[in-house]
């Protein structure tokens, strides 16, 4: 019988693997663009992390489905929103598009991503590449290591479930290893080096060894790259369940010193950022942003004035920054919260310049200062939120000429409610009688 491409000879894929992995809204999901596909005779594939974990047997955690046409991605995704609905957002230099479905419930992904195959050149180290059109089996080799450069072929029918498999991923992942495919990888895009931590630490895998050599010689082009994509792929790291162990890793090997010289992570990192995974402070509601808490416990080994910096250089978004160093700031005044013979008000005033999100992280990050924590928890449930029952108005209505001291009155009333030296109105009362004798 012929065998039309030598299809019959190819490794495959059996597609009834990714119903049982993925889901059977996804599967089905995954068949209608394949169907799509087909009737244009358009080559489809499935490629990248998601290939990677269903030849691994592991679900796909986010469902991120990306696949690769060879031709316009844009107008296949078009089309595809025109016949069953949904928004494209398309991104025109890179032939790239996102398809974003109404509803997406369950295990359905809230929009899939679609690519043409391509080639990249790198007209230096480190440079965003250029990119032109190709076939699949060159863009599996423009790729970042074997194991993601895989790809499962959908169109045409005749095709489907065929593996393409050009670098060895497969083997790769029965031994356990993160390879690259070519010695230029790491001067290319020197973000691989995070990627190689990120990926052997989440896989449980080895960097072989050739490819540890390659990317420790590219780790000075580390200082290259823009701060944007150093931060997209830390922020990726942070959503790791090892996330502290790469990072120690990335500050081992260099790579941390090579981003920013002041730029190092505690060796208690991975307990530091478990507390920012796990534990609530009493206080704190279901909102907690728990990124930006992984955020600042990064920096923990960093002064005030370094962290803004680092900030910087990664490129990270103002109030990120502000709640940063803000953290750093704090955390040099938590050593100050263990003198015992402080007042809940002047603990009020070391911590009043202080946002939640730092109070958290501060609370998260003390486990060893049990004495501190709590103090930051009474501040936080209880004295942060007291005030006096006079206000500004009231001293106006008093004929008092309004100025700097309407402050310090008002806070005296605040700090004596703090402190339990007013604990009825009256007492408030007799205390503003008192400071406004001493105003005379
Ligand atoms: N890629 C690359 N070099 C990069 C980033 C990405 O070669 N610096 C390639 C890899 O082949 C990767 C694909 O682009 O598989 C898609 O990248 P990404 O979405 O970041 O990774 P996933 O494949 O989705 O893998 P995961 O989300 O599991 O990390």
């Not at 598009?97 to 790198?122: I, K, M, N, Q």
């Not at 440079?127 to 699949?136: E, F, I, N």
């Not at 981003?259 to 995974?277: D, G, K, M, T, W």
């Not at 005296?412 to 009688?433: C, H, M, N, T, Y």
Request: charged content about 25%.
């Amino acid at each position: 019988m012929p065998n039309p491409g030598g299809a019959n000879d190819a490794p495959s894929f059996p597609l009834s693997e990714i119903k049982r992995l993925l889901g059977e809204q996804a599967a089905s999901l995954i068949d209608h663009i394949a169907q799509g596909a087909q009737e244009r005779d358009l080559p489809l594939y499935l490629a990248g992390g998601v290939v990677r974990d269903l030849i691994m047997g592991q679900r796909n955690v986010s469902i991120d489905l990306d696949f690769v046409v060879e031709g316009d991605a844009i107008s296949f995704a078009m089309s595809l929103a025109i016949k069953s609905g949904g928004s494209v957002q398309e991104y025109q230099p890179f032939g790239t598009a996102t398809w974003t479905l109404d509803s997406s419930a369950g295990e359905t992904p809230a929009h899939v991503d679609f690519a043409c195959a391509r080639s990249e050149t790198y007209s230096h180290p480190a440079a965003l590449p250029t990119v032109s059109p190709s076939d699949m089996q060159r863009d599996l080799l423009r790729r970042d290591f074997s194991v993601n450069a895989l790809a499962i072929q959908l169109s045409p029918r005749e095709r489907s479930g065929i593996l393409l498999d050009r670098c060895g991923g497969g083997d790769d992942l029965k031994l356990g290893l993160i390879r690259a495919l070519h010695q230029n990888s790491f001067v290319d895009d020197p973000t691989r080096i995070l990627r190689a931590a990120r990926y052997a630490s989440r896989l449980d895998f080895v960097i072989e060894a050739t490819t540890d050599e390659w990317m420790r010689a590219a780790l000075s082009l580390l200082g290259r790259v823009s701060g944007q994509r150093l931060q997209n792929e830390i922020d990726l790291i942070l959503r790791e369940g090892r996330a502290g162990e790469v990072m120690l890793r990335l500050q081992k090997m260099g790579a941390l010193a090579k981003i920013h010289p002041a730029f190092r992570v505690s060796s208690q990192l991975p307990e530091l950022l478990e507390r920012c995974n796990e534990l609530r402070p009493p206080w704190s509601s279901n909102d907690i942003n728990r990124q930006a808490l992984r955020w600042i416990a990064l920096f923990t080994e960093i002064d005030a004035d370094e962290a803004r910096s680092v900030c910087e250089r990664l490129a990270l978004r103002n109030k990120l920054t502000h709640s940063i160093v803000a953290s750093a700031r704090l955390a040099e005044r938590i050593s100050r919260l263990e003198d015992r013979s402080l007042r809940p008000s002047q603990v009020t005033k070391i911590l009043d310049d202080f946002a939640d999100t730092s109070l958290q992280a501060a609370w998260l990050l003390s486990v060893e200062r049990p004495y501190a924590q709590d103090l930051i928890a009474a501040y936080a449930t209880e004295w942060r939120q007291r005030r006096a029952t006079t206000t500004g108005n009231d001293l106006k209505a008093r004929g008092i000429a309004p100025g700097p001291h309407y402050r310090r009155i008002l806070d005296r009333l605040r700090f004596a409610w703090i402190d339990g030296d007013a604990r009825s109105v009256e007492e408030e009362r007799q205390l503003l009688q008192k400071l406004l004798e001493d105003l005379d």
